[in-house]
C-alpha cells in the first residue's frame, strides 16, 4: 500500500526577522562545553553505525543522546598553567551491545568504541588539551527494549518529533556564524595561537546597529604576560571589524571578552583553550540548533540531534529534513 503524503503550504503574516526592530543570535562555537558533550554523543553514534555497517550491513538500535559534560578545574597564569582535575565527559543512552549475525551471536564492545570516539573527537577539537590527563570518560550505555529493537528491525520509528527550519539567514545570523568560525579557522590560529577553540558569540541588533560580544578562552602557555594579552585582544578585534565591517550595511560594533578587569588583574585566560577545564559545565541540547546557531527570534525545536540514531529517529531526521528543505 502506498504511503500517504500530507504537504500543506502557506504563507506566513507578519515581518521578517532582518526587518524587526530587535534580533537577536546567539553561537556557542567548536570549544564550549554545550558544543562539546554535542560533539561527543555525535561521534558516539558516528562509531557505532560505522561499527554496525562494517561487521553486520546495517545500522542497528541505539540512542546515545544523553550526556553530561561536568567542568574540572584548573590553575591557569600567564606562561602556563595545570589542569588540576580532568573534564568528565558522562554519557547515557541504549545501543545494542549483542547481536546474531549469520546464525552466530557476537558481542559489541560498545564501551570500548564510545571511549575511543569521544576521545578522538576532542584530540581533534581541542589543539591544547592532554586527552590522557585531562579528560575522563564514562558511559552508562544500557540494552534497548525488545519492543524498540524489533522496530528498528523493520526501519520503523518509535516516536513522535517536530522538525522546524529556516532560510535563508539575516544578516545577524550570517555575521554571528562567519565570526565564530572565523577565530576557530586554522589560518586564524597559525597568526593568533593564543585563542582557544571554546568562543562565544553573541549578538544584539538594534535597528541599523549590530553589537557583538566575543567570549574568547585564551590559552595561557602562548601568553607571557599581561601586556602581551591586551595587545592580543586589541589585534584580534582589529581584524575583526577590518574583516566583518566590508561585508555588511550594519553598524559593527564588537566587544572582546567584556568581563576582563586589566586594573584587578582579571582575565579570562585557560590552559586548554576551553571553559570546560574549570568555568563551566555542559549538557547535550543545550547548544546550537541544526542551524549551527540559537536564533530565538524564530520557531525552532527544542529537540535535540546529537547522538540520535540518524535511520530512524524522527527527532533528527526531521529536524535536518526541514533545515534542508528550508534551505
Do not use: W
Not at 579570562?268 to 542551524?291: H, I, M, P, Q, W
Amino acid at each position: 500500500m502506498p504511503v500517504k503524503r500530507f504537504i500543506h503550504t502557506e504563507e506566513l503574516d507578519g515581518k521578517p526577522v532582518s526587518l524587526q526592530e530587535v534580533e537577536i543570535v546567539e553561537r556557542k562555537g567548536l570549544g564550549h562545553p554545550d558544543t562539546l558533550i554535542d560533539g561527543a554523543c555525535e561521534s558516539m553514534s558516528l562509531a557505532l553505525c560505522d561499527y554496525y555497517e562494517q561487521n553486520f550491513g546495517r545500522i542497528l538500535h541505539h540512542n546515545v543522546d544523553k550526556g553530561l559534560l561536568v567542568g574540572g578545574e584548573s590553575a591557569p597564569k600567564f606562561g602556563g598553567g595545570k589542569v588540576i582535575k580532568p573534564i568528565t565527559i558522562l554519557v547515557a543512552g541504549r545501543a545494542v551491545s549483542e547481536y546474531t549475525h549469520r546464525g552466530v551471536k557476537q558481542t559489541i564492545p560498545v564501551g570500548e568504541i564510545a571511549d575511543n570516539a569521544v576521545r578522538s573527537f576532542l584530540k581533534g577539537t581541542i589543539r591544547n588539551i592532554n586527552i590522557d590527563k585531562d579528560v575522563e570518560v564514562q558511559f552508562r550505555i544500557r540494552n534497548p527494549s525488545s519492543d524498540l529493537s524489533y522496530l528498528s528491525e523493520r526501519g520503523i520509528a518509535n516516536d513522535t518529533s517536530i522538525g522546524v527550519g529556516f532560510a535563508p539567514f539575516s544578516e545577524t545570523e550570517r555575521i554571528t556564524l562567519e565570526i565564530e568560525r572565523f577565530l576557530n579557522l586554522d589560518g586564524t590560529k597559525k597568526i593568533f595561537p593564543e585563542i582557544g577553540e571554546d568562543i562565544k558569540v553573541m549578538a544584539l541588533r538594534r535597528g541599523r546597529d549590530l553589537d557583538v560580544t566575543v567570549a574568547m578562552a585564551m590559552v595561557d602557555k602562548y601568553i607571557p604576560d599581561k601586556s602581551h594579552y591586551i595587545s592580543v585582544i586589541q589585534q584580534v578585534h582589529e581584524k575583526l571589524l577590518d574583516v566583518f565591517s566590508k561585508g555588511t550595511s550594519l553598524n559593527l560594533s564588537i566587544k572582546i571578552n567584556n568581563a576582563d578587569n586589566y586594573e584587578n588583574n582579571s582575565f579570562y585566560l585557560t590552559v586548554t583553550g576551553t571553559s570546560a577545564e574549570c568555568g563551566d559545565d555542559g549538557n547535550t541540547g543545550r547548544g546550537n540548533r541544526v542551524t549551527g546557531l540559537i536564533s530565538p527570534m524564530r520557531m525552532y525545536s527544542m529537540e535535540a540531534t546529537a547522538g540520535k540514531n540518524p535511520t530512524i529517529h524522527t527527532g533528527k531526521i526531521y529536524n535536518a529534513l526541514a533545515q534542508f528543505s528550508a534551505e
